[in-house]
């Protein structure tokens, strides 16, 4: 029992500072509702520092439905980088929209235990609590701008259409419980090794279920909701819902393949594969032809889940390792991006986020515009920043296993998917704007800018310590 | 200080606009202090030159330090007879494209000085390093200063152009990077040890059919840097855009480090598969000499004739290096250090005329050498520099070529020969066309030099002699290097038959 206890501490700890914020608020003046977002940044940070994993720790509790280890670590790590800079970042952009509700924060903070479950989970169905309580947190952000019509869009449509992935997910697992008998990873893998995946139901339910968790990582066929939830939502609400969920459907993913799926790899490697060619490539296409960057971020989103889908086909140890350390570098790098995006303004708009407004942005705030230019190149991975340190570890993944094909799709989609992040440097440094551009960080807003940048180039040039936080990750 | 030597070269540039950002507010300010920053990294550059061993290929002034111990990634500098005159040619080619911009350059010339410096650690970088992983970062960031040295200084069509460059050579180098992944993982599974390190990569035989997949990765990241024909296509627009300084380093340095990447990787990684492609690149070789020269031949706006002078001199640095044998190498890296002075002073004067008439079209000009006698000497010097005038860098650069080139392969020799014919036509009637016959009468208050340009082409006027009159300076730097490259490779060749 001690045991569980230990295993299920980093989600009681949040449950617990959850309730304290959900006080706070209680107290807290109108005014001062960004304090919940400190607060909550010193809980996450304090549970952060209180569950560190020590030599190859791994604590299985519960009779095995879930466990603390490493690699559950590594992934609340992106949690909490995604946390801290999305919540600070959105800060100035909801009290400059009249919305600086306490809600934010804390459906935010709840949103992580949810996750926090789904990359602990070994057995389906506390993966599917975890799933549930992060998407309902999510779609309730989503269209938390509810007196803006695309945010409530975005908002109903991320509910429609992630409830009826749940229930398609929910749908497969009970085939996979009906012929395996079971909800344990390891059972269930069993099952597999004993009796053969050659079962139309198993085969089906399988199928299911993992398209269910592509829905949740936006690959494609399974990403239609993802152009639209994404640029409706309140801008640093995006931000956050690029990195945290979907490092969260990945590691619940990963764990489920690697764990429960191991004797089957070779047939879900081609599943993987296609996604992944399917989802890089029409992701980088279509945000080619984007003019507003906040839309053309959102595809930007689904080509670097294919990139992170070639991790998942190679199947090595470097395949995880490279999607965790892309995960984190990419929180960095987007979130970055997202608050700098949530900040421009013009007479007029609150919003502005045409490519136009960027134009002229190096001379009127030149150090706002190198952080942007320093986001984009490392998005599009480019050394010696960080992006390029996760793409690097991607393709060597799949050299590893001999997917070169598949990371020649890679680099090539790199270079097509280069062109739109070098579109937003050119009206930043190559054109002359076209009215007076305002972008004036907020404190809250310089303070995530410095970071992201700070970290985008740390990890670039000394990746050590962040390899080897993955590193050490043990499945 | 000589201890870490080389890592003083990469980062003093990148410290020295670090420093200047905080503390130099102006546009004047920075200008100079970026020059003499730049001075500084040049006379720097000394005692490496006069410390270097030139008894042994062995690379020296080795920095290695474990890096990211996870891959078995280094920081591990060295340089050894095929990169220590690049890089002199990159510190004494930086300090002059700073001062030739110190007119040319008129908005924004903070962040313009800050870019060439960052430039410059990165291109230092690219020759130094001796791991892959190292390498491959200087070789890719160096994209983005020179990406926005081209697109915001440019000419009209920079944008066009500063994108086609950077997005151009990001698809060549995106597939080396896979081949440096491949080659890792390869050498592991063969000798146990993974590791980016470039010497120890290069002292394992791969199979020929692994060879030839990492050779051709390699070659479309070289080729297009080089560039050769048929991966030419975004030079001229790069080189006709981008600021007099663009220009120059771009000629002068980025175009080096393709023929750099066949000499340090492809040569030595792969020998097989480089044996096996000698009469594709040869082929291509001849064609750049000659398609470059005609083409060169009919254009009517001197920077772009230079340009593509460029593409057909480059031609002749490939051909001397696939000859493998010491005559056609060392021309082959002679010829690079003199395409660096002569096209980068080709340039530097091509941007200083503009800056005077704002036109670069020949027809407008005509007579200009009664005017502006001695900028018309320097444009002749180099004019017959460029044509391979004996006496002159030229020539001793494209003769060691033609002779090494002859023995290997005589009937492209015979048909490169030709390109030196060719060269001597466009650039002399460019030059007859611009500087004499009658005068246009715009011209008729045309200035001449005035001393800062006759400060910067002075250097370059003294080593394009130097060369030609006693190369032995230079060559004896690489005599030990290039003979252990032809010797491996000629071992090769002897195994394969």
């Not at chain 2, 920079?158 to 994108?163: G, L, P």
């Not at chain 2, 980025?254 to 082929?283: H, N």
């Not at chain 2, 006693?470 to 490259?485: C, G, R």
């Amino acid at each position: 029992m001690g045991q569980s206890i230990i295993a299920i501490m980093p989600e009681v700890l949040m449950t617990f500072f959850a309730i304290g914020l959900l006080v706070i608020d209680l107290v807290a003046s109108d005014e001062k509702k960004s304090g919940i977002a400190y607060f909550g940044i010193a809980f996450i940070l304090i549970t952060l520092l209180l569950t560190i994993p020590v030599g190859g720790f791994k604590i299985v509790g519960f009779d095995g439905m879930l466990v603390w280890d490493s690699y559950a670590y590594a992934f609340f790590v992106v949690f909490s980088i995604a946390f801290i800079l999305g919540s600070l970042g959105a800060v100035d952009y909801m009290k400059r929209l009249g919305i600086n509700k306490g809600e934010y924060y804390i459906i935010l903070f709840l949103s992580i235990i949810g996750m926090l479950f789904m990359v602990s989970a070994t057995d389906l169905s506390i993966l599917y609590l975890g799933m549930e309580t992060m998407a309902l947190s999510m779609y309730i952000i989503a269209g938390f701008n509810k007196w803006n019509m695309r945010s409530n869009e975005s908002g109903i449509k991320y509910f429609i259409i992630g409830a009826f992935s749940s229930a398609i997910f929910l749908f497969g697992l009970s085939y996979v419980y009906g012929y395996t008998g079971s909800t344990r990873y390891a059972e269930i893998a069993q099952m597999i090794s004993a009796n053969g995946l050659d079962h139309l139901s198993l085969k089906l339910g399988m199928v299911m279920m993992l398209a269910g968790l592509a829905f949740k990582i936006s690959a494609v066929p399974f990403h239609m909701w993802a152009p639209d939830v994404y640029s409706g939502a309140p801008t640093p609400a995006t931000g956050f819902m690029t990195v945290a969920p979907k490092a969260a459907a990945f590691g619940a993913l990963i764990r489920f393949i690697w764990v429960a799926l191991e004797p089957a790899t070779a047939s879900w490697q081609l599943f993987f594969a296609i996604l992944a060619v399917l989802t890089m490539t029409y992701g980088n296409l279509v945000a080619i032809a984007q003019n507003n960057v906040k839309r053309m971020l959102a595809y930007s989103a689904i080509s670097h889940a294919g990139y992170m889908l070639i991790g998942v086909v190679a199947a090595n140890d470097l395949g995880y390792q490279a999607i965790a350390l892309y995960m984190i570098i990419y929180g960095f790098m987007n979130i970055g991006a997202f608050t700098i995006l949530s900040q421009m303004k013009n007479k007029g708009v609150i919003e502005d986020e045409r490519l136009e407004s960027f134009a002229g942005l190096s001379k009127s705030n030149p150090l706002t515009a190198l952080a942007m230019l320093l986001f984009m190149f490392s998005l599009a991975g480019i050394p010696p920043l960080a992006g390029f340190i996760g793409k690097f570890y991607i393709f060597a993944a799949a050299i590893k296993s001999n997917f070169v094909w598949l990371a020649i799709v890679g680099v090539l989609n790199s270079a097509v998917g280069c062109y739109y992040y070098m579109r937003v440097t050119i009206f930043m440094y190559f054109k002359e704007p076209e009215y007076e551009v305002e972008n004036n960080l907020q404190p809250a807003g310089a303070i995530v800018t410095f970071i992201a940048t700070v970290f985008v180039i740390l990890i670039g040039v000394f990746p050590t310590f962040f390899v080897n936080l993955v590193k050490n990750m043990v499945i | 200080m000589i201890d870490n030597i080389l890592t003083t070269l990469i980062f003093f540039p990148l410290l020295a606009a670090f420093v200047i950002f905080l503390f130099f507010r102006s546009g004047k300010a920075t200008m100079w202090a970026a020059f003499v920053a730049s001075v500084i990294e040049l006379i720097m550059t000394m005692p490496l030159m006069f410390n270097f061993n030139k008894g042994t290929a062995a690379m020296q002034f080795v920095e290695k330090v474990d890096w990211i111990p996870a891959f078995g990634i280094q920081y591990h500098l060295g340089v050894d007879g095929i990169s220590v005159l690049m890089i002199f040619l990159t510190t004494l080619l930086t300090a002059i494209a700073i001062l030739g911009s110190f007119t040319y350059i008129q908005k924004r010339r903070r962040e313009f000085y800050l870019a060439m410096l960052v430039l410059e650690t990165g291109m230092v970088g690219v020759f130094l390093a001796l791991d892959f992983f190292l390498f491959y970062i200087f070789w890719e960031a160096m994209l983005i200063p020179m990406y926005l040295i081209i697109g915001v200084w440019g000419g009209p069509r920079r944008i066009y152009a500063a994108v086609k460059f950077f997005l151009y050579t990001l698809a060549g180098s995106l597939l080396m990077m896979l081949a440096i992944i491949a080659l890792y993982f390869k050498h592991g599974a063969i000798t146990g040890v993974y590791t980016f390190d470039i010497l120890q990569i290069a002292s394992v035989t791969y199979p020929a059919e692994f060879q030839i997949f990492v050779f051709l990765a390699f070659f479309l990241g070289f080729a297009i840097k080089v560039p050769m024909f048929p991966f030419h296509t975004w030079l001229p627009d790069a080189h006709v855009e981008a600021p007099t300084a663009g220009s120059v380093i771009l000629a002068g340095v980025l175009l080096k480090m393709g023929t750099y990447g066949f000499l340090r990787f492809c040569l030595p990684i792969t020998p097989i598969a480089s044996i096996k492609f000698v009469p594709l690149i040869a082929t291509l070789s001849v064609i750049a000499i000659i398609y470059g020269a005609l083409v060169a031949m009919v254009q009517e706006d001197i920077k772009k004739l230079v340009a593509y002078s460029s593409v057909s001199h480059m031609g002749f640095v490939t051909l001397g290096i696939y000859a493998f044998n010491p005559a056609g190498i060392e021309g082959g890296i002679l010829q690079m250090f003199n395409h660096g002075i002569i096209t980068g002073a080709l340039f530097l004067l091509v941007g200083l005329i503009y800056e005077r008439t704002h036109t670069r079209i020949i027809n407008e000009y005509g007579g200009i050498a009664v005017k502006v006698p001695v900028f018309a000497t320097f444009f002749l010097i180099f004019t017959m520099a460029s044509i391979a005038l004996p006496s002159m860098g030229g020539f001793i650069g494209e003769f060691l070529v033609l002779v090494g080139s002859f023995q290997a392969f005589s009937d492209y020799a015979i048909v490169a020969a030709i390109g030196v014919i060719f060269a001597a036509v466009y650039m002399l009637w460019m030059y007859q066309r611009v500087f004499f016959h009658k005068l246009n009468p715009k011209w008729e208050k045309l200035l001449d030099v005035n001393v800062r340009e006759v400060i910067y082409m002075a250097p370059l006027i003294i080593l394009v002699f130097w060369v030609g009159l006693y190369p032995e300076t230079f060559t004896s730097y690489m005599h030990e290097s290039v003979a252990n490259l032809v010797e491996n490779i000629q071992a090769v060749k002897v195994a394969l038959k």
